[in-house]
């Protein structure tokens, strides 16, 4: 599956910015669908996922509250909604698919798919 990310920009902090993720390809209803970060000097970091069948949700606890992971299979895609943002939020997000949700939560593994990175600045 391949993956383009799109949606980020500049926004002060308190503000809100959609993030959205297109998938091409065969099988994606069959992914997890996960959303990480990498700010400057910084690894790269898990933000959000989700099961293939959007049942269920997983959030790190700096966004936990202010951002909403979502999916629509039958657009191929998956968002994320993220409010009350944070200069701490500011990074390149990325989104990722792979097949195993377990992979997508483990601090010691990767997920096969990766989409190219989009740039979220939020400014004090």
């Known amino acids: 599956v391949q993956l383009q990310a799109s949606g980020g920009g500049l926004v002060q902090a308190g503000g809100s910015l959609r993030l959205s993720c297109a998938a091409s390809g065969r099988g994606f209803s069959s992914y997890a669908m996960g959303w990480f970060r990498q700010a400057p000097g910084k690894e790269r970091e898990f933000v959000a996922a989700i099961s293939w069948s959007a049942d269920s949700t997983y959030y790190a606890d700096s966004v936990k509250g202010r951002f909403t992971i979502s999916r629509d299979n039958a657009k191929n895609a998956v968002y994320l909604q993220m409010d009350s943002l944070k200069p701490e939020d500011t990074a390149v997000y990325y989104c990722?698919?792979?097949?195993?949700?377990?992979?997508?939560?483990?601090?010691?593994?990767?997920?096969?798919?990766w989409g190219q990175g989009t740039q979220v600045t939020v400014s004090s």
């Open positions: 990722a698919a792979d097949q195993v949700m377990a992979t997508m939560l483990s601090r010691w593994t990767e997920p096969d798919h």
